[in-house]
């Protein structure tokens, strides 16, 4: 027994692994997560006021999943601390190497008295997911247009449908179960639309076929989306996708078009839908500002940044490690490796247990998915050309196009910041967490210069540098911290 305090932001497929692993490990665990019940977006739960289907009906690997959510939340050394937010890390003086310590507030988003206290763990696991990347289009500012991850939510956390008639769009295997679950709450799902054409999804899928051998499970799940979309004869269609929301006060039409391999228009293949909701992704950007303010490095892969972790989940920063999305965007069964390993290593478990070499399997397996997700479902190049002079890019300021493509122009507003300011996209309530690669990206197309160009002196201008992580009211920043509370007393080995 190491008796060592591990703490554990998030409980989805990753934290809650990494729960568990730290308990047989023997240490303490504080987990952590914004939601009143563990799960995650996987496995979002109905509230128990609902007297609603049973949710092993609804979702994939539910028996599992709730054995291990008892088993975790019963424990004697676990104490779980629900509707709590990490809002900052603060990184140790250099010459006390070691996790940072964690600041969190205690109580719901938008109530009143929240308390606001820290922890200093023996060791820290960041599993806090990520959120849907969504491309700008025009009307996608329109109030019936949807992230693809915020409808399923409301589906599957609330059963509330979006609309009536909904067109689901944009890329990868995302689409399937939001379009099951739109279906299950009651929606007509009018089609799925996947842009990537049927080579490109084809060429992608086929490469090095025998590693698919691994991802049986995987296979099983598609097949029942499948059926699923038949049953209810809802179209799948490669190679096209949403280029423009139309309506007065709220979407009322669809514009899809056929795309070519590099997602320009195919001209003439316009297409009007009517439509009273469309849901939309374009892949993931996992949430990287805690990794960030802690120091911890990045790699970019096809598929975008992730944190940077070795063969046992530590990152970079001293007794920090991170599993799940922000590792890799690899499916629930990796994300459940990597947590294991993370949580066991974290509290300080034999790193020679036969039980890890399983683990390190099933985790190297789920990379090999995401490389090969990344490669059938990649954004294509061509895609800015769905964007007119009057297109909102940042929602939260209404910048739109015109004004990037201004600040782009004028070498002096080329950097990052000074693009910011002058445009004011990334500035408002969501701190760029939706259009900051979007901006990035287009910055550094039309002005020729690198994404994130430095200044010397200041910290490279990445989209994920956020000091305070979550919003914080100015009382709660002025108020004094509370000690640590409900934290899990040490047992007798």
């Given at each position: 027994m190491t008796h060592r305090h591990v703490v554990v932001v998030g409980a989805g497929p990753a934290g809650l692994a990494a729960a568990e692993a730290a308990l047989g490990a023997g240490a303490?665990?504080?987990?952590?997560?914004?939601?009143?019940?563990?799960?995650?977006?996987?496995?979002?739960?109905?509230?128990?006021?609902?007297?609603?289907?049973?949710?092993?009906?609804l979702q994939h690997g539910w028996q599992a999943f709730d054995r291990r959510r008892r088993r975790v939340l019963a424990h004697s050394r676990c104490a779980w601390w629900s509707e709590t937010s990490v809002w900052a890390l603060e990184r140790p003086d250099p010459g006390h190497p070691g996790p940072p310590r964690v600041h969190v507030l205690r109580g719901p988003a938008d109530g009143g008295g929240r308390r606001r206290t820290t922890l200093d763990p023996d060791a820290l696991v960041l599993a806090v997911g990520a959120h849907d990347r969504v491309l700008p289009f025009p009307g996608?500012?329109?109030?019936?247009?949807?992230?693809?991850?915020?409808?399923?939510?409301?589906?599957?956390?609330?059963?509330?449908?979006?609309?009536?008639?909904?067109?689901?769009?944009?890329?990868?295997?995302?689409?399937?179960?939001?379009?099951?679950?739109?279906?299950?709450?009651?929606?007509?799902?009018?089609?799925?639309?996947?842009?990537?054409?049927?080579?490109?999804?084809?060429?992608?899928?086929?490469?090095?076929?025998?590693?698919?051998?691994?991802?049986?499970?995987?296979?099983?799940?598609?097949?029942?989306?499948?059926?699923?979309?038949?049953?209810?004869?809802?179209?799948?269609?490669?190679?096209?996708?949403?280029?423009?929301?139309?309506?007065?006060?709220?979407?009322?039409?669809?514009?899809?078009?056929?795309?070519?391999?590099?997602?320009?228009?195919?001209?003439?293949?316009?297409h009007t839908v009517a439509v009273d909701a469309v849901c939309v992704t374009h892949g993931f950007s996992p949430q990287l500002e805690l990794p960030v303010a802690a120091g911890c490095?990045?790699?970019?892969?096809?598929?975008?940044?992730?944190?940077?972790?070795?063969?046992?989940?530590?990152?970079?920063?001293?007794?920090?490690?991170?599993?799940?999305?922000?590792?890799?965007?690899?499916?629930?069964?990796?994300?459940?490796?990597?947590?294991?390993?993370?949580?066991?290593?974290?509290?300080?478990?034999?790193?020679?247990?036969?039980?890890?070499?399983?683990?390190?399997?099933?985790?190297?397996?789920?990379?090999?998915?995401a490389e090969r997700l990344a490669r059938a479902h990649p954004i294509g190049a061509a895609w800015p050309a769905w964007l007119r002079p009057e297109t909102v890019v940042c929602r939260c300021e209404e910048a739109d196009y015109a004004?990037?493509?201004?600040?782009?122009?004028?070498?002096?507003?080329?950097?990052?910041?000074?693009?910011?300011?002058?445009?004011?996209?990334?500035?408002?309530?969501?701190?760029?967490?939706v259009c900051g690669p979007t901006v990035a990206e287009l910055n550094a197309r039309l002005s020729d210069e690198p994404a994130g160009r430095p200044v010397e002196g200041l910290p490279a201008p990445v989209p994920h540098r956020r000091p305070i992580a979550q919003p914080i009211r100015l009382g709660e920043l002025a108020a004094a911290p509370e000690p640590p509370f409900a934290d899990p007393a040490p047992q007798t080995p």
């Amino acid at each position: 027994m190491t008796h060592r305090h591990v703490v554990v932001v998030g409980a989805g497929p990753a934290g809650l692994a990494a729960a568990e692993a730290a308990l047989g490990a023997g240490a303490r665990v504080t987990l952590i997560d914004s939601a009143d019940r563990p799960g995650g977006q996987y496995h979002r739960m109905l509230p128990e006021a609902y007297d609603a289907a049973r949710p092993e009906v609804l979702q994939h690997g539910w028996q599992a999943f709730d054995r291990r959510r008892r088993r975790v939340l019963a424990h004697s050394r676990c104490a779980w601390w629900s509707e709590t937010s990490v809002w900052a890390l603060e990184r140790p003086d250099p010459g006390h190497p070691g996790p940072p310590r964690v600041h969190v507030l205690r109580g719901p988003a938008d109530g009143g008295g929240r308390r606001r206290t820290t922890l200093d763990p023996d060791a820290l696991v960041l599993a806090v997911g990520a959120h849907d990347r969504v491309l700008p289009f025009p009307g996608w500012e329109l109030p019936g247009v949807f992230t693809a991850g915020a409808a399923q939510a409301l589906a599957k956390g609330e059963r509330v449908v979006v609309g009536d008639r909904v067109v689901v769009a944009g890329t990868g295997p995302f689409l399937l179960p939001v379009a099951a679950s739109l279906l299950e709450a009651g929606s007509q799902v009018l089609e799925v639309l996947e842009a990537n054409t049927p080579r490109t999804v084809a060429r992608g899928w086929s490469r090095r076929p025998w590693e698919l051998a691994a991802q049986v499970g995987k296979g099983g799940e598609l097949a029942e989306y499948t059926a699923l979309l038949l049953r209810h004869r809802v179209p799948y269609r490669l190679g096209r996708t949403v280029i423009e929301a139309r309506g007065d006060g709220r979407v009322e039409e669809a514009v899809t078009a056929r795309l070519r391999a590099d997602w320009s228009v195919v001209p003439g293949s316009e297409h009007t839908v009517a439509v009273d909701a469309v849901c939309v992704t374009h892949g993931f950007s996992p949430q990287l500002e805690l990794p960030v303010a802690a120091g911890c490095a990045l790699r970019t892969t096809p598929g975008g940044e992730f944190v940077a972790v070795d063969d046992d989940q530590a990152t970079s920063c001293p007794g920090l490690y991170a599993a799940g999305e922000v590792a890799c965007i690899a499916g629930a069964p990796a994300a459940r490796a990597e947590g294991a390993l993370a949580g066991w290593t974290a509290a300080g478990g034999h790193r020679g247990t036969a039980a890890l070499r399983a683990l390190r399997r099933s985790r190297d397996q789920g990379r090999a998915f995401a490389e090969r997700l990344a490669r059938a479902h990649p954004i294509g190049a061509a895609w800015p050309a769905w964007l007119r002079p009057e297109t909102v890019v940042c929602r939260c300021e209404e910048a739109d196009y015109a004004s990037i493509r201004r600040a782009a122009a004028d070498r002096a507003s080329t950097a990052t910041r000074v693009a910011k300011l002058e445009t004011r996209a990334g500035l408002g309530p969501c701190q760029a967490r939706v259009c900051g690669p979007t901006v990035a990206e287009l910055n550094a197309r039309l002005s020729d210069e690198p994404a994130g160009r430095p200044v010397e002196g200041l910290p490279a201008p990445v989209p994920h540098r956020r000091p305070i992580a979550q919003p914080i009211r100015l009382g709660e920043l002025a108020a004094a911290p509370e000690p640590p509370f409900a934290d899990p007393a040490p047992q007798t080995p």
